[in-house]
């Protein structure tokens, strides 16, 4: 089989994942570019991308799988040339999903035991206690539940924590109040000491987090950006904690990365600034994944984590 | 039944655990102090204390069970007019476990990965991924496996780390690898990333963590006292520390508390200062724990929790 690998990535990075994917997949031909030669071209059956550059896509006639090595497919989708009748799959990686359940249980732990608060102090030479609340009296509001907004659900769940989880359509996990549709999120968003957001980045969920939604939110709570910048009115959310509405925001992405240094969010007394690492695919675990695809598309077997392209993810 | 409660605390702290205790054990004579009456203190059958003052129980000559509303009871037992013949039960508070579970927790996820070193980063501005390592590539090793230590030990193993647990005598404790005796301590600290603190302190267990510890550590490793200040020889770690032997320490405890605003802690760029806040006895769950041992009292069957006094935990 003829693939093309094609990212924005380092060189070292393609390096790297050139290398692994050869190791899972033997004995295929890799491009790093679309083939010239429209033979050649035409020889193409599978692209393996990480948020390529826009138009790569285009003039391979008998590309039969777009598989991406990340999770979230927004980016690429804003491609025009994107082929619209070629199956794309989106990255779901085992790693990748413990790591997402780790930074949100992190951040979680640190917004429930008051240790952002309590770090603070240690730079001012404050010996304060903060108060100590169980885990099931603090209220978790995870928006998403999809791969990782459930698996982060359950993850808060099993350490206790009283975790409400709320999806545009109804679902159901053990342990976790689930709500759906507006009326849903109103109470959701009511009720949470801490929000996290792992929606995907749509037409409808961009500038989700705007003033009216941070206004719906109960006085004093959280918010935990683990899904796009682009989910959040920067603004709003600079007046929703200036104004203490929110208390804190702990944000892993942002409408521009990497973060520009004159943004407020980097000397934000009450915001943590991760540097989009909160959930990396791992190449290691990632190129089984893409293995695993690549075989079932040879069997002719259902091929796993499609994006469904008229919803966006 | 006629009860002491004494302990070192704030008025607003006694008067809240008065009131919880009272409940949890109502029509019983109280006593915020020893009677002065000689008759009185014969009636007093039951001392709940949160390190007394020294000689508060002595002269009670009826007292049949001392109950320690703390877990660590090594303060308690310095008293020389401690009455050698009572029993003496220490907290365990199902609230307390869940609190040090998740302080362990965030400590480890943070230094694992790579969050503190972040937060530092947005200090200064920088935009820098941490290299994303998988839980199970991070050893953890557990020092002490009672209560607490068991406890975070499997806590940190359900969460895929590959930890180990070191103990005084062997031990066995399900995906944790056990370790005693000087050979597996030796063996634990040479292969540990994190290390956690979590022994009882007695005259065996003092200054343990000093410079030839630090050195048997693996370099780079970190460090987690959540025990007593007294375990760490301060200047060894300081010096570990500047050296580099240790990338990192979270303090919870220090040989003075407050910490002194003069400790080099407070500013050191890699030690994170917690004000004693990893894990308190909540007072709510431990009133029905005193009420268990009280009642266990009364019906002649046996204590729980009792501290093994020559052990000194």
Redesign the interface.
């Known amino acids: 089989m003829s693939i093309l690998l094609s990212g924005c990535w380092p060189a070292a990075e393609q390096q790297q994942w050139l290398r692994l994917l050869q190791e899972a997949l033997p004995g295929e031909q890799w491009w790093l570019a679309p083939p010239s030669d429209a033979s050649e071209a035409a020889q193409v059956e599978l692209a393996i991308v990480a948020n390529p550059e826009a138009g790569v896509l285009q003039g391979l006639p008998n590309l039969r799988l777009i598989q991406s090595l990340w999770a979230g497919v927004d980016r690429l989708m804003q491609d025009p040339t994107l082929p619209p009748e070629v199956p794309l799959a989106r990255m779901v990686d085992p ?1 990748m999903n ?2 997402m359940v ?2 949100a ?2 951040a979680v ?2 917004l ?4 952002f608060e ?2 603070t ?2 730079h001012q ?1 404050l ?4 108060q ?1 609340l ?2 099931g009296e603090w209220r978790v509001l995870v928006l998403g539940l999809g791969e990782l907004g459930g698996r982060v659900a359950q993850g808060l769940a ?3 924590y009283a975790v409400s989880g709320w999806s545009r359509r109804p679902a159901d996990l053990i342990d976790v109040q689930t709500l759906h549709g507006e009326a849903g999120l109103v109470q959701g968003l009511d009720a949470a000491d801490s929000v996290i957001n792992l929606l995907p980045l749509t037409e409808q969920t961009r500038d989700f987090f705007n003033a009216a939604r941070f206004a719906a939110m109960k006085r004093g709570a959280s918010l935990v950006n683990l899904a796009r910048g682009a989910h959040v009115v920067e603004e709003d959310l600079l007046a929703a904690l200036d104004s203490g509405q929110l208390s804190r925001a702990v944000l892993d992405v942002f409408r521009q ?3 520009p ?1 004159s943004n407020p969010f ?1 000397r934000h007394p009450r915001v ?6 909160a ?2 695919t ?1 190449a290691r675990s990632a190129a089984a994944v893409v293995r695993a695809n690549v075989l079932a598309l040879r069997a002719g077997q259902p091929l796993a984590h499609l994006v469904q392209r008229q919803q966006g993810y």
Request: contains cysteine; neutral net charge.
């Open positions: 790693a413990e790591a780790h930074t249980l992190w732990l640190a429930h035991r008051g240790f309590v770090q102090q240690q030479g010996w304060r206690q903060p100590q169980r885990a099993t350490q206790g990365e990497p973060l240094s980097w943590t600034v991760l540097p989009h690492c959930a990396q791992d």
